[in-house]
């Protein structure tokens, strides 16, 4: 594809994504098809999430989802775990979607790709393979998936997509652990001209679980100075002016800041609707209500939390630092059980923020 016709593809998508927003219609959202996973990387924000109560949904459930997402004029699906290709129906479902018509990625920590899976890939359709690449050694990567030959598995599945070329993106959480590779995975990336995503937070898990957000985070001062290695052009001369004056996209009457309730949502492996795949709320079943019913429900919800904001209730509303913030009312709600509260991790981070702007 020309270098004109994918600029061309991207604004189309961009007005489409935006036409839906306003519209409040549902566009991108991401599917969970199941929590079990082979890897054991201590920072994971699923935690515990598997409910031992609840059956994770089977094929034909997945299915009718699908159907029900297509009506309600879903445009691209993000298939996530969990780790999606422990699935054994996995395929089955992937060709079900591409036959809908949607455009779907799969987002996977690679272990299993092998040239069988590649090719089968290839024949789904699938336009992008998302995978969690945490380290550039073998010892790195043993730390933080808990398994010995992740690293030699899933550097081959990189080789391996490349080769049937297919479109890779990969991402790294930094952390205590990994913090003095990043530089190297970014390397390793452009090596390769594959995208490249890092991620400067290590989540609560569900539940509020704080323990590995303390032990692995870094200093939001080191992950911004890994940004500048990593992404160099992004902070050459011609933009550093720009950057350094960018502010939050955050403003003092909105609770969320994001595609919730206006375009997006998640969906669990139990196929209920969540706002995100962050928490587990408000867990609306499409199953039982249908998917239009449950996309009603969840639009409700979120205009019933945005009330706290247009009530003058907003916990940032007079704060300084907000147009420096980058809170998140499902971080808040995660750590401390309401969509209206700061946590000290975020308020650090916007303190950082504002002095790096000479604020």
Same mark, same amino acid.
């Given at each position: ?28 959202i ?33 299915k009718?989802?699908l ?48 040239e069988?899976?590649?090719? %089968?890939?290839?024949?789904? +359709?699938? /336009? ?6 945490? #380290?550039?050694?073998? =010892?790195?990567?043993? @730390?933080?998936?808990g ?10 599945a ?13 991402k ?19 090596? %390769?001209?594959?995208?490249? +995503?890092? /991620? ?6 569900? #539940?509020?679980?704080? =323990?590995?957000?303390? @032990? ?39 609770i ?10 998640s969906i ?14 408000? =867990? ?46 499902g ?29």
């Open positions: 594809m020309r270098v004109a016709e994918k600029k061309e593809r991207k604004e189309l998508f961009k007005r489409i994504r935006q036409q839906k927003r306003e519209k409040r219609m549902p566009f991108t991401m599917f969970e098809l199941t929590y079990q996973c082979n890897f054991k990387c201590p920072h994971c924000y699923l935690g515990e999430s598997q409910d031992n109560k609840k059956k994770e949904l089977t094929t034909n459930q997945i009718k989802i159907d029900g997402l297509a009506d309600i004029g879903v445009y691209r699906i993000g298939f996530t775990g969990g780790e999606p290709l422990m699935r054994k129906d996995i395929f089955e479902i992937l060709d079900y979607a591409n036959k809908k018509g949607f455009r779907f990625g799969l987002l996977t920590n690679g272990y299993f790709i092998d069988k899976i590649v090719d %089968k890939l290839k024949k789904t +359709n699938v /336009d992008k393979v998302d995978i969690t690449f945490n #380290g550039i050694d073998h =010892e790195t990567f043993a @730390k933080l998936t398994i010995e030959d992740s690293y030699e598995k899933v550097f081959g990189i080789n391996l997509l490349l080769k049937r070329k297919m479109q890779v993106t990969i790294s959480t930094i952390t205590g652990i990994n913090k003095n590779q990043i530089e190297q995975i970014g390397r390793f990336a452009r090596e %390769k001209n594959i995208r490249y +995503n890092i /991620d400067g937070e290590v989540l609560p898990c569900r #539940g509020g679980c704080n =323990e590995w957000v303390e @032990k692995l985070s870094v200093d939001s001062s080191v992950v911004s100075n890994l940004r500048k290695k990593v992404y160099p052009e992004m902070f050459a001369p011609k933009d550093a002016k720009k950057r350094t004056q960018s502010k939050s996209r955050r403003t003092r009457g909105k969320f800041n994001c595609g919730v309730g206006l375009s997006s949502f669990n492996p139990y196929g209920e609707m969540n706002l995100c795949l962050e928490i587990d709320y408000p =867990e609306f079943d499409i199953l039982k209500l249908g998917a239009k019913k449950a996309w009603q429900k969840l639009k409700e919800e979120v205009d019933k939390i945005e009330m706290i904001a247009q009530n003058g209730e907003f916990v940032c509303a007079d704060c300084d630092l907000l147009p420096y913030c980058g809170w998140c009312a971080r808040s709600f995660i750590e401390k059980g309401s969509f209206n509260e700061c946590t000290q991790y975020v308020k650090q981070r916007a303190i950082d923020r504002k002095k790096a702007q000479g604020k």
